[in-house]
C-alpha cells in the first residue's frame, strides 16, 4: 500500500509593509512566533518577489531616469514611457521579441520575461506621484534567498529551504502563474531518468520543475492583488532538500527552438 503524501500550504499573517533595509528574515521569523505555526525541518519558506525588492532598495522613481536615444526610439514604437524602456534594457541581457505594447527579454539573470520583470502594480513610493514609481526584480535572487535562508536557519535551528518567486507569463498559454526566480537549499530541477514508472518502465526524459510547481501552488495561496500575504510556510515538499540554483530550470539557447 502506498504511503499518503500531503503538501500544506500556509501564509504567514502579520507581515507589515516593507521599506529599504528591513531585515526580513527577522519580520518572518516574528510573524510566524506570532501566528498559530512553527518552523519545522525541511520546511520552504516562499516569497513574494516584491517584499525582497523593496527590502533591497530596487524602487526606482521614473523621473529620475535619463532614457537613451534607443530607449526613446523604442519606446515610440512600444507606447511605452521611455524612462521604463530605459530600465528594461539596463535590467536586460537581450531583448528577444517586440511588439506594440510588449516587449520579451532575457533578464540579466538568465530567464526570460516581459518587461524585465519590472512592475508597477502595488508599488508605492515615498514620493512624487505613485504612478512614477516601479520595482525592480533584485540583483540576484538566490543570493537574496541565501541570505534570508541562513538568517531563518540561525534563528530557528532548523534546516530550511527559501524560493523567491514572481508572476510572469508562459509560452503557449495564456495567463500568468508563480515562477522560481531565486532559491537556496532546495532542487530548481528534479532528474527522474532511470526511475521506474508503475509498469517498471524507466523514465528516459522526464525532468521535473518542481521549485516551479511549488512557485505556481503558493502564488495560489499569496493571491495577486491586494490580499497582503507575501509569504507562505510550505510543508511536505516532495523531493530531497539540497542546494540548488534558479539557473538549472533555463532552457539553454542550443535547445531553445523559439529563440
Not at 517586440?98 to 512592475?119: L, M, Q, W, Y
Not at 495564456?174 to 530548481?188: C, K
Amino acid at each position: 500500500m502506498t504511503a499518503s503524501r500531503s503538501l500544506t500550504l500556509s501564509a504567514v499573517a502579520g507581515i507589515p509593509p516593507i521599506q529599504e533595509g528591513d531585515d526580513l528574515a527577522e519580520i518572518i521569523f516574528q510573524a510566524v512566533l506570532g501566528s498559530d505555526l512553527i518552523f519545522e525541518n525541511g520546511d520552504v519558506i516562499v516569497l513574494a518577489q516584491k517584499i525582497v525588492s523593496k527590502a533591497e532598495g530596487r524602487l526606482v522613481n521614473l523621473t529620475t531616469v535619463k532614457p537613451s536615444a534607443e530607449a526613446a526610439e523604442l519606446a515610440a514604437f512600444l507606447g511605452k514611457r521611455p524612462e521604463l524602456v530605459e530600465l528594461i534594457l539596463q535590467e536586460s541581457a537581450e531583448v528577444l521579441r517586440t511588439r506594440p505594447g510588449t516587449i520579451i527579454v532575457e533578464h540579466k539573470s538568465g530567464f526570460v520575461c516581459a518587461n524585465a520583470g519590472i512592475d508597477h502594480s502595488n508599488v508605492k513610493g515615498s514620493w512624487g506621484q505613485d504612478n512614477d514609481w516601479v520595482l525592480l526584480l533584485p540583483e540576484d535572487s538566490d543570493r537574496s534567498a541565501s541570505q534570508i535562508r541562513q538568517a531563518l536557519e540561525q534563528r530557528t535551528g532548523k534546516k530550511l529551504a527559501v524560493l523567491v518567486i514572481d508572476s510572469h507569463g508562459r509560452a503557449w498559454r495564456n495567463g500568468v502563474l508563480g515562477t522560481a526566480i531565486g532559491l537556496s537549499g532546495m532542487p530548481g530541477l528534479v532528474d527522474l531518468r532511470g526511475a521506474e514508472d508503475m509498469n517498471a518502465y524507466k523514465l528516459r526524459v522526464t525532468t521535473i520543475g518542481a521549485a516551479d510547481e511549488l512557485a505556481a501552488a503558493a502564488s495560489l495561496v499569496m493571491g495577486q492583488a491586494n490580499e497582503g500575504t507575501p509569504v507562505v510556510l510550505a510543508r511536505g515538499f516532495p523531493y530531497p532538500l539540497r542546494e540548488g540554483r534558479v539557473s538549472e530550470l533555463f532552457r539553454n539557447k542550443e535547445n531553445d527552438l523559439f529563440r
